[in-house]
């Protein structure tokens, strides 16, 4: 593509923002503010709070049957994400009662979870919020074409209106496609904040169980 196209280009897009007026900037803004959400919670989800559960759990049950608490808690301390925070707390009680190990973990988790959901909402917010500028853009261009229609010379209004409906659809159009990106990058990030949540469920479950068995298998010895 030569410059001449590009430059083309850019300048049919700065045209289109600029026939949307306020509104269109307005949404341009709040795109931007979901698309920047977004971005942090990736990069969070993906390389901080995310593990791969399995692989995690089967390497602490292999410290655990071998009766190496502390080994265990030093994987656990070797890494920043979520479920290794939370199993690590209740391999700190490991030598008290099942309740006491199970507060441990759902005190952890409690204090872990919002931090992996944080402002995931915000991204379904500014998704509806593009839609509603979008619509408003676009009454607010009708209603200006029409005042334009009304005093305009007869033989020039067909003209006119079809012009102003056109450009005044612009926000519209802006609106959809910034709410249509940030839901479907709500999808993503809630599946893989859902991943993380669910696998502090069931394997703070499973290391319960690990420990009670364990501790079982030590009376009976």
């Not at 300048?11 to 931007?32: D, P």
């Not at 089967?58 to 199993?87: H, M």
């Not at 067909?158 to 959809?176: C, R, V």
Request: aromatic share 6%; net charge neutral; glycine share 8%.
């Amino acid at each position: 593509m030569d410059g001449s196209a590009i430059t083309g280009m850019i300048n049919t897009v700065a045209a289109f923002i600029q026939s949307g007026g306020v509104f269109m900037w307005i949404i341009l803004g709040i795109w931007a503010i979901g698309i920047a959400i977004s971005l942090e919670k990736f990069a969070k989800l993906t390389y901080r709070w995310d593990v791969d559960g399995s692989s995690f759990m089967n390497e602490l049950q292999r410290y655990i049957l071998s009766n190496d608490i502390q080994g265990a808690i030093r994987v656990c301390s070797g890494s920043g994400a979520a479920l290794p925070k939370v199993l690590k707390s209740g391999l700190k009680r490991s030598g008290q009662s099942s309740e006491q190990i199970q507060n441990a973990i759902d005190a952890t988790a409690l204090e872990i979870i919002p931090k992996v959901e944080l402002r995931l909402n915000y991204l379904q917010l500014i998704a509806n919020i593009s839609t509603l500028f979008g619509l408003l853009g676009t009454i607010q261009g009708l209603i200006q074409s029409f005042s334009a229609v009304a005093a305009a010379d007869p033989a020039q209004k067909a003209e006119l209106l079809a012009t102003g409906i056109s450009l005044a659809m612009n926000t519209t159009f802006m609106g959809l496609l910034a709410a249509i990106t940030v839901m479907m990058l709500h999808t993503f990030l809630a599946s893989k904040s859902d991943k993380i949540i669910n696998e502090i469920d069931e394997f703070s479950v499973k290391l319960m169980d690990l420990l009670g068995t364990k501790t079982v298998s030590e009376a009976q010895g």
